[in-house]
Every structure is written in C-alpha cells, then in structure tokens.
C-alpha cells in the first residue's frame, strides 16, 4: 500500500509534533515545589499550572482543526507554534503567578495544534498497511514522551533554576518552527475544494446521546486525568516528603513509560485471544487492585513500594486507555473528523477539571492521591460494568 499521497512528512517531524505538547505539559512538574515557593503561593495553587493547561488545550482542539481545515496544516501548524512560543516567553518572564497562568493558557492554546492537526496530517499522508505501522510507530514514541518531561525538567531546575525550565521550552519552540518551517509539505488535498461542512448540531445532539460515547469519554479523561493529577502531586510526594532530587524524581517517569509499553505488548496478546470490552474492563481490575495497593502503600511509607504499585496501576490504566480510544467513535465513521474533534474537546475539558480536583485536595499527606486513584478507577470500572455487563 503506498502512501496517499508523493510529498508526505518525515516520521521524525510527525513524532515530534505530536509528542511535544505531553513534553510541555509534564517538563516543570518536578519543579512545582520550587515555584510555588518562589512565587509565594500555595503547593495547591501551584498545582494549577497543571489542570488550567487542558482549559485552553481543549479550545485550541476545537480552533486549530477547524482552521486548518480552511487555511491547510502547513500555515495552521506554523502559526500555532507562533503562538507556543509566545507563550513560553511569556512565562519565563511572568513577573508574578496571575501573569504566569495567563501565559500558560497561551502556551496550552498553541501547543494543541501538534495534537490535533499532526493527526489530520497522518490521515492524510498515510493510508492502508503504511499508515498502520506509522500509528503504531508513533504511539510507541508517544510512551516517552510523558517521561522526557519530568526528567528534562528536574536535570533543568536542579542545575539553573525552575525559570529556566522556560527556557528550555523556548528553545524546543524555536527549533520545531524552523524544522517544520523546512520540512513540513501541506497534505491537505481537499484546500482548495469548496466542500460542505456538516452541520453540528445533530452531530452534538448525537453524541450527547449516545451512551457508549460518555462511558468511553468518562474512561479517555478518568485516566488522563489519574496521569496529570499524579504528575501534580507526585512532585509533593517524592521531593518534599521522600526527599528525592528534582532530578531523581524525573527518572521516576521512566516507571510511567514502561507501564505503558507493556501495556501496549499485553493488549497485543490478547486482541485476538478476548474481545476489546473484556480487555478494557480487565485492565480497569488490574488499575483498581493497582490503587487499593497504592492505598495501603502510603500507610506503610516505603517508597519502593509506592513505585511499584504506581506502575500497577498505570500499567492497567495503558491497556483500557487504546481500547477505549478505538472503540469510543465506532459508528461515527460518517462525521468522524466534525465528532472527534467535539469529543476530545469534552473530555480535555473533563481532563482539567479531574487535575483541578487533586489541588483542591491536597494536604501534603501522601495518601490523598492513592485515595483519589482508587476513587476514580473504582467510577471508572462500576460505568462500564453496567454498560456493558452481559458482553
């Protein structure tokens, strides 16, 4: 099968752009404390850089596609990486924390379109077996990315400084502009086509109503959600209480990484063995046995422990979260473009407000995130059981 069209984006750039708002999401996560501190607020108020990220990263889903669909990927892409860095200087030089969530919400704005618009760009550029195994490829880099962050970070605030964590992100803005500047073709072949958009509201309409659509978006942002409220609260956890370094607790992202590749090999085993509901209602078992571990881990104190059950749950979390991707839009072929776009701006709206919860939460005693885990996955689990208990 070859390839849909001649001049098709490098691998690289498509994992690049993809992978870079996870990175700018997770990179000062180790250095949360330090900000917090040095900006006089709250563990957490600090911990609202975090949720208020997928306010505007939902928008930007909504902006970003939509106006590339009129103006092609090429220039959308460009200008929304105009806009990430714009935010990232803004943030570097954020005289106090109001001023730093304003820039954050710019960042968040601008970095949406590597989510939204390199997706689009691999449906157009790739097709059949080719496009297959550049998914594939892709989302085994994407299990790193949300490891990178945190230990670039931590490598980055022990040795200059929690502000130069901007800088960082300023630099990685300014080479991703002039690589995607270069090598970056327009794939969108339909531009120049006036074209029929179809109407939203019997899309939106459709979708409210579809019972299977809220369960497996309750699912997709539960456990986004668990993902960035641990990357909240596990800064307090490891460096404050533990006593980790900014860059030791980085490494721990590597135990998040690997939860997902073997998530990813497990969910290879079984696709053709069991069905996909039994494969995703089996790994909300091993998540929710995962967190009543993690529970009791936070009352004996032993870190060791509490790494391990963390990879527990995360591991569990990574085989329902492709299933529940796959399987979320089965019947919306029709509208596919018009209804993920309205999905995914739902549940990064759901995402923020379940990051939102664990600062409200916080304490400073290490059980609340175990407590919040088991929570959500005990929800999670209780849903889609009685969805789907006789399948």
Same mark, same amino acid.
């Given at each position: 099968?070859?390839?849909?069209?001649?001049?098709?984006?490098?691998?690289?750039?498509?994992?690049?752009?993809?992978?870079?708002?996870?990175?700018?999401?997770?990179?000062?996560?180790?250095?949360?404390?330090?900000?917090?501190? +040095?900006?006089?607020?709250?563990?957490?108020?600090?911990?609202?850089?975090?949720?208020?990220?997928?306010?505007?990263?939902?928008?930007?889903?909504?902006?970003?596609?939509?106006?590339?669909?009129?103006?092609?990927?090429?220039?959308?892409?460009?200008?929304?990486?105009?806009?990430?860095?714009?935010?990232?200087?803004?943030?570097?030089?954020a005289p106090n924390f109001a001023i730093l969530i304003l820039f954050r919400l710019v960042q968040s704005f601008g970095a949406s379109v590597g989510s939204v618009v390199t997706q689009s760009i691999m449906r157009e550029s790739f097709?059949?077996?080719?496009?297959?195994?550049?998914?594939?490829?892709?989302?085994?880099?994407?299990?790193?990315?949300?490891?990178?962050?945190?230990?670039?970070?931590?490598?980055?605030?022990?040795?200059?400084?929690?502000?130069?964590?901007?800088?960082?992100?300023?630099?990685?803005?300014?080479?991703?502009?002039?690589?995607?500047?270069?090598?970056?073709?327009?794939?969108?072949?339909?531009?120049? %086509?006036?074209?029929?958009?179809?109407?939203?509201?019997?899309?939106?309409?459709?979708?409210?109503?579809?019972?299977?659509?809220?369960?497996?978006?309750?699912?997709?942002?539960?456990? %986004?959600?668990?993902?960035?409220?641990?990357?909240?609260?596990?800064?307090?956890?490891?460096?404050?209480?533990?006593?980790?370094?900014?860059?030791?607790?980085?490494?721990?992202?590597?135990?998040?990484?690997?939860?997902?590749?073997?998530?990813?090999?497990?969910?290879?085993?079984?696709? +053709?063995?069991?069905?996909?509901?039994?494969?995703?209602?089996?790994?909300?078992?091993?998540?929710?046995?995962?967190?009543?571990?993690?529970?009791?881990?936070? $009352?004996?104190? %032993?870190?060791?422990?509490?790494?391990?059950?963390?990879?527990?749950?995360?591991?569990?979390?990574?085989?329902?979260?492709?299933?529940?991707? %796959?399987? +979320?839009?089965?019947?919306?072929?029709?509208?596919?473009?018009?209804?993920?776009?309205?999905?995914?701006?739902?549940?990064?709206?759901?995402?923020?407000?379940?990051?939102?919860?664990?600062?409200?939460?916080?304490?400073? $005693?290490?059980?609340?995130?175990?407590?919040?885990?088991? +929570?959500?996955?005990?929800?999670?689990?209780?849903?889609?059981?009685?969805?789907?208990?006789?399948?």
């Amino acid at each position: 099968m070859k390839n849909v069209r001649k001049q098709v984006p490098s691998l690289l750039l498509i994992i690049v752009l993809v992978g870079f708002p996870q990175i700018s999401e997770s990179i000062f996560t180790p250095a949360l404390p330090a900000l917090s501190s +040095a900006l006089q607020v709250t563990a957490q108020t600090g911990q609202l850089t975090m949720s208020s990220y997928f306010i505007a990263f939902a928008l930007g889903v909504l902006f970003w596609g939509s106006y590339s669909d009129r103006v092609g990927r090429r220039p959308a892409m460009l200008a929304g990486l105009i806009v990430y860095l714009a935010g990232n200087i803004g943030l570097l030089c954020a005289p106090n924390f109001a001023i730093l969530i304003l820039f954050r919400l710019v960042q968040s704005f601008g970095a949406s379109v590597g989510s939204v618009v390199t997706q689009s760009i691999m449906r157009e550029s790739f097709a059949g077996t080719t496009g297959a195994k550049v998914f594939a490829k892709v989302g085994a880099a994407l299990a790193l990315s949300p490891a990178m962050g945190p230990l670039l970070g931590g490598v980055t605030q022990t040795y200059f400084g929690y502000r130069n964590v901007f800088s960082v992100l300023i630099v990685m803005a300014v080479s991703l502009y002039l690589y995607t500047l270069r090598r970056l073709p327009e794939t969108n072949i339909q531009l120049s %086509n006036v074209t029929r958009q179809p109407a939203l509201k019997p899309i939106v309409m459709r979708l409210l109503t579809d019972p299977n659509v809220w369960v497996y978006g309750l699912l997709i942002s539960g456990i %986004n959600g668990i993902l960035f409220s641990f990357y909240a609260e596990a800064p307090f956890i490891f460096i404050e209480h533990f006593h980790l370094s900014s860059i030791q607790y980085g490494v721990l992202g590597v135990v998040i990484a690997l939860s997902s590749i073997f998530g990813s090999i497990t969910i290879n085993h079984l696709v +053709a063995k069991i069905s996909a509901i039994q494969i995703t209602k089996w790994g909300l078992i091993l998540a929710m046995f995962g967190a009543f571990l993690l529970v009791g881990a936070s $009352w004996i104190g %032993n870190i060791y422990l509490f790494i391990l059950c963390i990879f527990i749950v995360f591991f569990g979390l990574y085989i329902t979260l492709p299933m529940a991707l %796959n399987l +979320a839009l089965v019947g919306y072929e029709d509208v596919i473009g018009v209804a993920s776009g309205i999905f995914s701006f739902g549940y990064y709206i759901c995402i923020s407000f379940f990051t939102y919860l664990i600062s409200a939460f916080h304490t400073g $005693w290490i059980g609340i995130l175990p407590l919040y885990i088991l +929570a959500i996955t005990v929800v999670m689990l209780l849903s889609y059981e009685l969805r789907f208990k006789n399948k």
